[in-house]
């Protein structure tokens, strides 16, 4: 079996697709998304996921309550990771925190009470409450990967869709806001190539791949 690494994938992607490309589909809509960050590789029903989780930390939080952990995850990793894990959700929570701040965005909140949020510091919780969070985190993650067989993680290329045909094998970055969920198939590809929409022809973020 071959495989293609990213610089392969753009210049496939380069070529004049689907119908004048002598790749195969799979291997252009690799390249089509091999500039997709890694952050947002992520399934939104993983975010959704592990926000709820941390939402119920923090209520257990407030109240000097205890969080029971995922007991197949919770000795999985040391101290240090724990709070490297904390520490990133932190950075994507604090950019959430300021847009609706510095925006106004509060108002999505129904309740009035809602009208302002407390920043929350996760550093400050107890490391027994952060280990219980991530192993919540972590059982989400597997539970994900089972029931998605197609579906595969490395830590420096984010969540993908190992596809393969005609024995080629492709690391293709998820991007939920097509994928919905769902590993794509050569019609679905084509049909985005076609449309020229986000994630098809013009790239995951709208601009031509020319390489």
């Known amino acids: 079996m071959s495989s293609f690494g990213a610089e392969h994938m753009k210049a496939a992607a380069a070529m004049l697709a689907p119908d004048h490309s002598p790749h195969p589909w799979h291997v252009r809509l690799g390249g089509y998304r091999v500039d997709v960050s890694i952050i947002e590789t992520i399934p939104q029903l993983l975010a959704d996921g592990w926000t709820e989780v941390m939402q119920t930390a923090v209520e257990v ?7 029971a952990p995922d007991f197949s995850f919770v000795t ?3 101290d240090e990771m ?17 847009r ?16 302002e949020k407390e920043r929350y510091i996760f550093a400050d919780m107890p490391l027994s409450l952060k280990r219980a969070i991530v192993s919540r985190w972590d059982a ?3 539970d994900y990967m089972e029931n998605h067989p197609e579906a595969r993680y490395d830590k420096d290329f984010g969540y993908y869709w190992r596809i393969e045909e005609g024995g080629v094998v492709v690391r293709v970055k998820m991007w939920d ?10 019609p679905f590809s084509e049909d985005w190539e076609r449309a020229g929409l986000p994630g098809g022809l013009y790239g995951s973020m709208g601009r031509l791949v020319t390489g």
């Open 100 to 115: 609706r701040e510095v925006g106004g965005h509060w108002h999505d909140f129904k309740d009035d009470k809602y009208q």
């Open 82 to 98: 724990v709070e490297k894990r904390i520490a990133g959700y932190q950075i994507g929570y604090n950019k959430e925190w300021a």
């Open 76 to 78: 999985d990793h040391d």
């Open 177 to 186: 806001g097509a994928d919905k969920g769902k590993c794509p198939d050569k």
């Open 140 to 142: 989400l993650h597997y």
């Open 61 to 67: 939080w407030a109240v000097g309550g205890v969080l």
